[in-house]
């Protein structure tokens, strides 16, 4: 199969408790990203957009494509939020490479964003509470970290595997984040500070869990044959998958695999032709510790049980034999919702044009990115390769 | 240009206050597209799908496009929710055409839901208020229906009309809604009583305003060479167009015209390469009274202050030169926000195949469709032909 589109730019704000409101941090990334193309783009070149964000500070949840319009400075401009919960950022560049495909567009602007540290608490947990099952979780108590710790000790469980499993993804994240000026967390864990954290939802306790960041990401997106019109060093989408599933955890045949991780990889490899073993690294969506483990397993990188050995192993370390989230990840880098997945396109990119600085994974040339709504309730697998 | 998709089925629920859930309104809908498909297709045929909602109902405001998945039988298929206020459904329509035209899936759903009736006030009022502009417009206690109030009263002034023009498209779309089974309002209304019905945000009064409606209504997307497997009576999409604005209307040089409108027009008719004048009729964007009259100038079907006139003269009756809103419009039909569009598109359906009832025009051959999302800030247009 060709390539389906390039990403030309991207950029990416800083992800942690920051200043900027919503507005500030689009302006900022989409800045970032027209100012990284090599030969030039302007906002007046732009032909559609596709905003990512669940609840854009809570001011304007409705309709907030057209602020991405005014920040971006493209007001005129077909401009479509699309939210599916964590996954807004790959559902929003799947449409984005749809779009391109289809003729109707040739530059396209994708940005995700989230504002979450000055919403109050409540208001917060009520935007993320509406992305689980409401019917069978939510209105029974279960949060998030409630269903992940869950899904947690059933792994360690099927697998015979102890905590230090789930820890060792912790360190080996923050371990990255320590590298990337991005990322919300920047200070290394030792595995006995993983292990004594307070707990959140047993068998997960704080440094399992991802924080609560504010946060933007943009890419520019093109046709595959005019990507060399911006750059030499474009990279190329050539595999998209995507998939859906039950919302509620207890519809499911398995705790401990989301079918719509393992639709959508089977999806983007079949869309890419490529095999896995010609894979770089991966970002995948660790917004609990666990779901690293399960996304190895569900991408078709570990047999069942094998990813949290792999991991103890070192293997997923960026020096390791399949670097697993360089950029620390949700757990470290950090989590604003709708910029989540646009921000792993970023990583990609700045990783295969060899531009990703002291986290650089030596000789990439192909990167998978997946990216998680609800529990697995919606799922993408996008796959990238060098120009 | 050839067709860029087309339609091969629809389905629609009556729309209004009604007992059942969003969860069963989407069912109805979905159920009822795939029914009218002549030669059949089945959940299991579906590739993709698209979901338009603005408030789901208030309990699953969050990665709802999962639940489309479990209710149309589709659990597994990439499902994306698209947001843009009352035009949400037209830019799921859109989507859905662009990923049949990218090759990436045949048989696209796009369904769109609202459960209005049975949030609090409290609650909805802040759906529908985040859908316009927050830091101008309703942080300073203006609402939709006091925009759209200034925007009538601008009109009536800019083109000396009173306010009989605006009663005239209400006492028009509820003539329509009476032949409508589907309608929220069944009821033709006099002049007199619109005249004399308690002011909303004057000139606007009850009767100037589209109702707050339960609802879901779905359609089937194909490729447009795929169109005839499924039936010999296909509708095509044969123009798309889209644009955004600032979101508060005081930053736009006019506030008696849509520039998102006009931008959309334009593109629909350049990508459907056809004249205004070959169009057998619209469903236009009518929220409110003056919202009609101000979509037949931004369409480009009337001069500066001429839609007035000509719905006075009844040229926008079903019967007339240019029938507007054959189904009653959201003034009343009703206006579930995400259904509103995705209903507009079954109308254009039912309407070209010759299969609309009591409310036919007859000898319809084309159709333009016009979905708006806050007071203009998003916007789309789409053009289809019979087959």
């Known amino acids: 199969m060709g390539h389906r589109a390039a990403i030309v730019g991207a950029g990416h704000t800083r992800f942690g408790a920051l200043n900027e409101g919503p507005r500030a941090l689009l302006r900022s990334a989409v800045d970032a990203a027209f100012a990284s193309v090599d030969r030039g783009a302007e906002p007046s070149d732009v032909e559609a957009a596709f905003l990512a964000t669940l609840g854009f500070g809570g001011w304007q949840i409705g309709n907030s494509a057209a602020v991405l319009g005014e920040e971006a400075g493209i007001t005129g401009v077909p401009a479509t939020r699309v939210e599916n919960a964590c996954a807004s950022g790959g559902f929003a560049l799947r449409a984005a490479v749809e779009a391109v495909a289809s003729g109707a567009s040739e530059l396209v602007l994708v940005a995700g964003v989230e504002k979450m540290t000055d919403v109050p608490n409540a208001r917060r947990r009520y935007w993320l509470g509406v992305s689980g099952d409401t019917e069978w979780e939510r209105l029974a108590g279960l949060t998030f970290a409630g269903v992940y710790g869950l899904i947690a000790s059933r792994y360690l469980y099927e697998h ?72 030499d060093t474009p990279v190329y989408v050539d595999g998209l998958g995507a998939s859906s599933d039950y919302l509620a955890v207890q519809e499911r045949p398995s705790l401990t ?18 095999e896995r073993s010609t894979v770089s690294f991966l970002e995948v969506h660790d917004c609990f510790t666990i779901a690293e483990l399960l ?71 192909r990167a998978l990115t997946h990216n998680v709504g609800g529990a697995g309730a919606t799922a993408t697998v996008t796959i990238y390769a060098a120009g």
Do not use: W
Not at 303 to 318: K, S
């Open 160 to 231: 015979h595997l102890g905590p230090e499993a789930l820890a060792a993804v912790a360190v080996k994240n923050h371990e990255n984040g320590a590298l990337n000026p991005n990322a919300h967390f920047r200070k290394p864990v030792r595995p006995e500070q993983v292990a004594s954290a307070p707990r959140v939802a047993d068998p997960l306790g704080l440094y399992d869990c991802c924080p609560v960041s504010d946060g933007a990401a943009a890419v520019l997106v093109v046709p595959a044959d005019r990507a060399r019109r911006f750059t």
């Open 257 to 274: 695999q989301f079918a719509a991780s393992r639709r959508a990889a089977e999806q983007a490899f079949r869309s890419a032709g490529c």
């Open 295 to 365: 996304a190895l397993e569900d991408l078709g990188f570990a047999a069942p049980g094998e990813a949290g050995r792999m991991t103890l192993a070192g293997d997923t370390r960026r020096t390791g034999r399949l670097p697993v989230n360089p950029d620390g990840g949700l757990k470290a880098k950090g989590h604003p919702i709708g910029a989540t997945g646009v921000g792993q396109a970023y990583e990609a990119f700045c990783q295969l044009r060899g531009a990703a600085g002291e986290r650089q994974v030596p000789g990439a040339s």
